[in-house]
């Protein structure tokens, strides 16, 4: 499914990414907070931090999995179709939608991403982050392939 209405999301999830954000103060550990939260909700291995400045989008933090564990690092990056499933988090900023891929080897719109390809992910979601009906940022994570 791609389009996934908001009934989807897991209400406990919602509740802990608010708790998070409400909890924090500074910015690195704001970001560290959600992106910790957020991966280990969707049982992704990988997910972005995205903001737009300008008309570029950047990912600012990126958070992975290493056995039980998750590490966050910040950065400063243009996206990248090496980084992530491009067309699926471009389709997210465009419609302000959230796109869920609960199986990548289901065709798609998104089935010829070329991040999707390359990595193998098994799922993909990216969540857009509203304020006032304006996006904000973006949310992409990414589950491993099947083994």
Do not use: N, W
Not at 37 to 42: G, L, S
Not at 119 to 144: F, Y
């Amino acid at each position: 499914m791609i389009d996934a209405p908001v009934e989807h999301l897991d209400l406990a999830t919602v509740i802990k990414v608010s708790q998070a954000v409400s909890g924090e103060i500074v910015p690195e550990k704001l970001v560290e907070s959600l992106l910790r939260t957020a991966i280990e909700h969707a049982g992704a291995d990988r997910g972005l931090l995205i903001v737009r400045r300008g008309s570029e989008f950047l990912i600012q933090a990126e958070a992975k999995t290493c056995d039980s564990s998750v590490s966050v690092s910040l950065r400063d990056t243009p996206v990248s179709a090496d980084e992530l499933p491009e067309s699926v988090v471009r389709y997210a900023a465009r419609t302000r939608k959230i796109v869920i891929l609960d199986d990548t080897s289901v065709p798609s719109p998104h089935s010829t991403d070329q991040y999707i390809s390359a990595q193998g992910a098994r799922s993909v979601l990216c969540l857009p982050l509203m304020k006032q009906g304006a996006l904000v940022a973006l949310l992409p994570s990414t589950s491993p392939p099947r083994v």
